[in-house]
């Protein structure tokens, strides 16, 4: 299921709702399997009385986990080779997210194909969580 | 952050790939792994994050007997510190806020591997913040190599901390 450069064209894009309602659960999940126990994440009584949030909030890591399935579902298994992000807004409980993958370059480097894309998560107020970009390598 | 062994496990990238969603059996079926490019169980793009689990020293995990900053009967299991020197807001690496994150994957990675991490000297710098006091970013590159040396993962976090006020309390 790998991706061959001929099917791909800049500016080609696909959006994808990666998570809607986002729970509490789920952080607790990502906290368990990452091991970043950090109470800000799990724990609403510290998150607002002693770090003063209003609750608790999604590891940033859980966003970029989420994001990069809508890249690895485009290009397939293993094809990343690179993938950054930056944090610009906190995703709280209840959160959905919407993630848009946009190819802005196919390339040949070396005889490899490549292709670079930017992805950008977005929350229900169309705020973005998630900026970043990625490279993956094509047939 | 120097981590000896960080064992690749499949029950591991299972559980990871279930937490962020992702129902793509390459990360939970080695049959179907078995007639794929990757050939085998492969961890999710964000999977080296975990390997904190296997950092003896990892601040965000509570460890038996000491003091965690999580709420237990009050909203801080850590006593104040009496000198007040401002170090007890959100405690431990409680404040720390991670603003980036970057991956090069260098090839796969697939379960049954077994990795070390370590980090390269990380580089730090300030800023000032838009509400007062001082942002201090931190930026730490690890290297995922296997144990003859490969290098398979190269990950680059940023973290930003606010140097809080100390507030009259």
Redesign the interface.
């Given at each position: 299921?790998?991706l061959k450069a001929s099917e791909l064209k800049v500016g080609d894009s696909r959006e994808v709702v990666?998570?809607d309602d986002l729970s509490r659960t789920?952080i607790v999940?990502?906290a368990?399997?990452?091991?970043?126990?950090?109470?800000?994440h799990?724990?609403d009584?510290?998150t607002?009385?002693?770090?003063k949030y209003p609750s608790v909030f999604a590891?940033?890591?859980?966003s970029?986990?989420?994001t990069?399935?809508v890249?690895?579902?485009w290009v397939?298994?293993?094809r990343?080779?690179?993938?950054?992000?930056?944090?610009t807004k906190q995703v709280f409980p209840g959160a959905t997210l919407t993630t848009t993958a946009t190819v802005e370059a196919i390339r040949n480097e070396g005889g490899v194909n490549y292709a670079d894309f930017t992805v950008v998560t977005k929350d229900q107020d169309g705020d973005a969580v998630v900026t970043g970009s990625a490279t993956a390598r094509l047939d | 952050m120097a981590i000896d062994k960080f064992p690749v496990e499949a029950t591991h990238i299972m559980m990871f790939a279930r937490a962020i969603g992702d129902t793509n059996p390459i990360y939970s079926d080695a049959e179907y792994a078995k007639g794929t490019e990757v050939g085998a169980v492969i961890a999710p793009p964000t999977f080296v994050q975990a390997s904190a689990q296997f950092d003896d020293e990892y601040p965000l995990r509570p460890m038996p007997g000491k003091p965690w900053f999580g709420s237990g009967k009050e909203a801080t299991g850590l006593k104040k510190d009496p000198k007040g020197d401002g170090g007890g807001s959100g405690g431990g690496n409680g404040g720390v806020l991670h603003a980036e994150q970057h991956y090069e994957y260098h090839r796969p990675l697939r379960a049954g591997e077994v990795l070390t991490a370590t980090n390269l000297p990380p580089k730090n710098w300030e800023k000032e913040g838009r509400r007062g006091g001082k942002l201090l970013f931190s930026e730490t590159t690890t290297e995922y190599r296997t144990v003859d040396g490969e290098l398979v993962v190269t990950a680059r976090g940023v973290g930003v901390r606010t140097e809080k006020v100390v507030e009259s309390k």
């Open positions: 299921m790998s990666v998570v789920q999940m990502y368990g399997a990452s091991g970043d126990y950090n109470p800000l799990t724990d009584k510290f607002q009385e002693v770090a590891h940033g890591m859980l970029m986990g989420m990069g399935r890249l690895t579902d397939g298994d293993g990343l080779t690179k993938y950054g992000v930056r944090f | -």
